[in-house]
């Protein structure tokens, strides 16, 4: 290898690892926080990460990291407007952002006490599963997975997610406080809903189960 | 720590970037870029194509004016009737089960099926949507003389070419039920549109010929930030946590076949143009071209017509918007094909 690359990616090698080290894990961030800069994700997301569904603190474990990592990011840049959330994301760098998306993505999927379907507002089951070709709106679970168990790493699992925190963001992309997710996708999409809309539709996606029993065998 | 660590990251990483970028520069002037020999085919002679001869039923049905739902002259498409309106008898279950063969056909007609597609990935909102091929347009208009395979068909027939080609499948027989039910499910659609009268909304809308002859390059651009975030960056689609396929399949394995309608570089542009991205249609005329030429320019399941021979069976059956038999990156399409309809139902999750 030429003499020069050769100590340049000795350098860098140094550099990132000895910077590596002084970092916190993805898990101590998790768990701990930064000190005073940045409260434990556990005191709002739970020990396992699975949320509060009542308080409307949505779930982690299991979602994309990507996805988290790029909600980390728009929170810090206030792109996504969230009050809670600004402080604790601006307070991490972006490693750190990283590393804490890779550990809640990474975490199992929480059982949840299966919620009652029945009241489920057919309004609510009509739009999630066949949208409203009408309004040129495709059904939610086109793209969440059936049920909303989540497809890849950019569509993020909405089954068993707070109904509350759901019906919110629902109304932050209509009110333009959150950035519209990949190709606007979810821009396009809230502009076709209606306020009527979201109540109904967040309570499908509240009631369904958040785990598969095949989930892990198509990677 | 030390800060000059963080001032030596800072410049080693500025040093390795402007290596990344020569780099990239290096590898986009060596990017070969496959055009299409400009419609190498020149045209359609008569009767050697799956194009239709003029004067018989359309398997390219909507004329360009007069389709969709924002016709000029401001007529509303046909509308099917609700879904919870369905009967509850007899025939209400017979329509209700031709709902399931079409939406998941997978699972309620696997057998006959050899990809990972369901009726409904090319026919959306459960073959109710104008401008997405729509089954109540389709029902009045059989039976009709095709073009591809010169006889009047019956909308049994039609469906079971659905299957031979979309599919990849071996069609049901004449009389199965999945017919049956497939064809109660379009009666029912209809209900109360005109017979034998090309509705608005028909087919997908045809596009003008683009302005420039469509590019694989321009295409792959076109892929790579308008449709891989679902169909993925090999074009393989995705599957949901559960197992399901949630973004079909483009091109390889387990997609449509050198037979089908879509691998038609018009008529996959026009289904596009229409339908594509999911939810935002906002390509241009030109772009849908484009991206249909590239995904239509990738290997899938041989044509169930094949003679043994890629030559002749370009010549007997492709007309000019077929890629078959087209050189791209080195490769003839169709000459690498799996055989067709052998794909097993697809594995169980």
């Known amino acids: 290898m030429h003499g020069f690359t050769h100590w340049l990616l000795t350098a860098a090698m140094i550099a990132t690892g000895s910077a590596a080290a002084a970092q916190p894990s993805g898990q101590t961030i998790a768990n ?11 005191s709002c997301h739970g020990a396992d990460g699975g949320g509060n569904p009542a308080a409307g603190f949505p779930r982690l474990a299991g979602i994309g990291a990507p996805y988290l990592a790029d909600q980390l990011d728009a929170f810090a840049s206030g792109a996504r407007d969230n009050a809670v959330m600004k402080p604790i994301a601006q307070a991490l760098s972006d490693d750190q952002r990283r590393a804490v998306a890779e550990y809640y993505s990474g975490l199992p999927v929480p059982e949840q006490d299966s919620t009652d379907t029945d009241d489920i507002p057919a309004a609510g089951v009509e739009l999630a599963e066949h949208g409203r070709w009408s309004d040129g709106l495709p059904a939610c679970v086109q793209c969440h997975g059936p049920a909303g168990v989540g497809v890849g790493e950019r569509f993020p699992p909405l089954a068993g997610q707070s109904a509350t925190y759901i019906e919110n963001q629902l109304r932050a992309w209509r009110n333009g406080k959150r950035p519209g997710g990949p190709m606007g996708l979810m821009a396009g999409v809230a502009a076709k809903l209606e306020e009527a809309d979201l109540a109904p539709v967040a309570r499908y996606f509240a009631a369904q189960s958040p785990t598969t029993d095949e989930a892990d065998d198509h990677e | 720590m030390s800060s000059r660590i963080p001032l030596l990251t800072v410049a080693v990483s500025f040093f390795l970037l402007a290596g990344v970028l020569v780099w990239i520069a290096t590898q986009e002037r060596g990017r070969p870029s496959p055009e299409p020999r400009a419609t190498a085919q020149a045209s359609d002679a008569p009767g050697t194509s799956d194009e ?49 063969v079409f939406t998941n056909t997978q699972e309620h007609a696997g057998q006959f099926v050899g990809n990972d597609l369901q009726c409904a990935n090319c026919h959306l909102d459960a073959g109710r949507l104008a401008d997405s091929a729509p089954l109540w347009a389709a029902w009045g208009e059989y039976p009709a003389f095709r073009g591809k395979n010169k006889h009047v068909n019956d909308f049994a027939e039609r469906i079971q070419g659905c299957f031979r080609y979309s ?15 497939l064809q109660a499910y379009s009666y029912w659609l209809a209900s109360g549109a005109p017979v034998g009268e090309s509705l608005p909304g028909r087919g997908y809308p045809e596009l003008d010929e683009p302005e420039q002859s469509p590019s694989y390059a321009r295409g792959q651009d076109v892929f790579e930030s308008h449709c891989a975030l679902c169909h993925g960056d090999d074009g393989q689609g995705q599957r949901a946590a559960d197992g399901e396929i949630a973004f079909p399949p483009l091109w390889g394995l387990r997609s449509y076949n050198w ?12 289904f596009i143009k229409a339908n594509m991205p999911l939810g935002a249609t906002t390509l241009s005329d030109q772009q849908a071209w484009d991206v249909a030429r590239f995904i239509n320019s990738h290997e899938r399941p041989q044509d169930p017509r094949f003679t043994g021979s890629v030559e002749e069976t370009a010549e007997r059956f492709h007309g ?6 087209q050189t791209v990156d080195g490769r003839r399409l169709g000459a690498n094909a799996p055989p067709a309809g052998t794909a097993p139902a697809s594995p169980s999750p």
Not at chain 1, 32 to 42: N, R
Not at chain 2, 259 to 270: C, E, K, P, Q, S
């Open chain 1, 32 to 42: 701990e926080g930064l000190g005073s800069d940045a409260a434990p994700c556990t």
């Open chain 2, 52 to 100: 239709r001869p003029a004067g018989s039923a359309p398997d390219e049905p909507a004329s360009t004016t007069s389709a969709g739902p924002t016709a000029d002259d401001g007529s509303q498409p046909f509308t099917p009737p609700p879904r919870d309106a369905l009967p509850d008898d007899e025939f209400g279950a017979m329509v209700r089960k031709g709902e399931q």
């Open chain 2, 167 to 181: 599919m990849n499948g071996t069609p049901p027989p004449r009389g199965h039920d999945v017919l049956l039910a």
């Open chain 2, 259 to 270: 037979g089908a309608g879509m691998h038609r570089v018009n008529t996959a542009a026009a």
């Open chain 2, 320 to 325: 000019q918007y077929s890629t078959y038999g």
